[in-house]
């Protein structure tokens, strides 16, 4: 989320909205629909969603055909709309994501068109601070100030102070069976104005367009739609949230926080449940909860697991028992393989065959910007060991990339052959570019020889 420092107004109305809710937690707010067209709100709204750049929906407009046509232009007609009440949600557009490692398995994204966008997101900066000042201490996912890295260190803190029994949860298909009707009484139980919420009714009973094998347009949803929020709308995560909220609310509600001995760590619709000696109790809880809240958890993916006998994966991480430099052992956290393999996979396609036509610098550019991610995201409880193996497979990948590239029909064989023609110096060149992201050590003369070549 880019800031809101060009819109003082906008950051100063979520301030005075997020004071409010939380001073009175049982206030509804109304009169909100006449700040969706505000200039300033849309404005932001635009520049949060082009700051995510995104695939156009069904009407195939891009931001670029929207900043040829002139911005200040369509957002002045999209006000017009919303204030005329002429408005009218389009279709959206839905695409098959496949799933890491399960081939076969996708994951349904839909995408608006970029005017749905825009005003989804001017919804959610009135929105967003308002139900903020609700959802618990333990929910992490889409949220401002919170991160993955929280949830991540939460869980570690929990098995540290003895929670040890986890309920590994997996909800099915979160996103496509949010009830409806549950869901807008989450949402009323904050909101009056009847203007936004038939917006977000709106939004729920859009029909969704895929394309199919046969390069057909399918059309489903529409009114008749019950359950879902489409994956991918940019209000989506905060109402897959303001849902999700009632579970985390109603298990410290009964009591079942003390009874089961348990600690709750959610992320979007990923969580866990972490007990000292009572996790089958705390599982039985969960099954019946998340029922009775209309939702399915995937029995396949659930299980319960003792930590520090067995492992498991949470938010690309794996807690397992580990041993420290002098052998002691401690529950701790490290990526997890599917991690580890993507991460291959990936510079493995960056550094492929059909990429010699690029530059040295262009494909050490892309390489690294994989780095940049992956360290950044799993700088926690990583090995130096982790490190150093990823570390030598990117300068390994290079270093065969480069060979590819400048390689030339043989006259001399051997490897002073080789060296002679200039190989070894531009494979030197190429691993040159690359991060040292690890801060692995190596010999002082190939570090010179190193520093000599980017210079």
């Known amino acids: ?41 849309l404005e932001a709204a635009y520049a949060q969603c082009r700051s995510k750049a995104g695939a156009p929906g069904v009407d195939s ?19 017009d709309e919303l204030k005329e009440l002429r408005y009218e949600p389009q279709p959206v557009r839905r695409v098959l994501i496949p799933k890491a490692g399960q081939p076969g398995k996708f994951r349904p994204l839909g995408i608006p068109t970029i005017k749905d966008r825009v005003v989804q997101q001017s919804v959610k900066l009135l929105l967003e601070p308002i139900f903020e000042a609700d959802f618990t201490n333990n929910a992490y996912g889409y949220r401002a100030g919170k991160s993955a890295h929280d949830a991540v260190l939460d869980v570690a803190a929990s098995l540290r102070a003895g929670y040890t029994e986890v309920v590994d949860a997996d909800l099915s298909k979160y ?39 046969r390069g057909k347009v399918v059309i489903s949803g529409g ?25 985390l609310v109603a298990w410290e509600h009964w009591g079942w926080h003390v009874k089961h001995r348990s600690r709750i760590v959610n992320y979007a619709d990923d969580f866990v449940i972490l007990s000292r000696n009572r996790g089958a109790a705390a599982l039985c809880a969960a099954r019946a909860l998340v029922k009775r809240l209309g939702l399915t958890l995937n029995e396949e993916k659930t299980r319960l697991c003792q930590a520090g006998r067995e492992s498991f994966n949470f938010l690309g991480y794996t807690f397992e028992r580990l041993y420290s430099f002098g052998g002691r052992p401690y529950l701790g956290k490290r990526p997890s393989d599917k991690s580890v393999a993507k991460f291959r996979e990936a510079v493995r396609q960056l550094t492929a065959a059909d990429q010699t036509s690029k530059e040295a610098r262009t494909v050490a550019e892309a390489v690294n910007r994989v780095i940049r991610g992956y360290w950044n995201y799993y700088s926690l409880g990583t090995s130096s060991s982790l490190r150093w193996n990823l570390n030598r497979y990117t300068w390994e990948r290079m270093r065969i990339w480069a060979r590819r590239k400048h390689a030339k029909p043989r006259k001399r064989t051997g490897a002073q052959g080789s060296r002679g023609s200039g190989l070894w110096a531009k494979v ?3 691993q040159a570019l690359l991060l040292d992201a690890c801060k692995i050590p190596r010999h002082p003369a190939e570090r010179r020889h190193a520093a000599c070549l980017v210079q």
């Not at 869901?183 to 919420?197: G, H, I, P, T, Y």
């Not at 019950?226 to 909220?245: C, D, E, M």
């Open 1 to 41: 989320m880019i800031s809101l420092e060009r819109w003082p107004k906008v950051q100063q109305l979520r301030e005075k909205l997020n004071g409010k809710a939380k001073a009175e937690p049982g206030f509804r707010f109304y009169l909100l629909y006449d700040k969706v067209f505000r200039q300033d709100f």
């Open 61 to 79: 407009k891009t931001f670029e055909d929207i900043e040829a046509y002139g911005v200040e232009r369509f957002l002045a007609e999209l006000a």
């Open 428 to 430: 030197r060149t190429a």
């Open 175 to 213: 996103f496509d069976t949010i009830p409806h009707d549950q869901l807008m009484q989450s949402v009323e139980r904050r909101v009056a104005d009847r203007k936004v919420l038939w917006l977000i009714r709106r939004w729920l009973k859009v029909p969704v367009h895929e394309t199919n094998e």
């Open 223 to 247: 009114q008749k739609t019950k359950a879902g929020t489409p994956q991918g709308g940019v209000i989506s995560p905060l109402l897959a949230n303001i849902y999700f909220r009632r579970f």
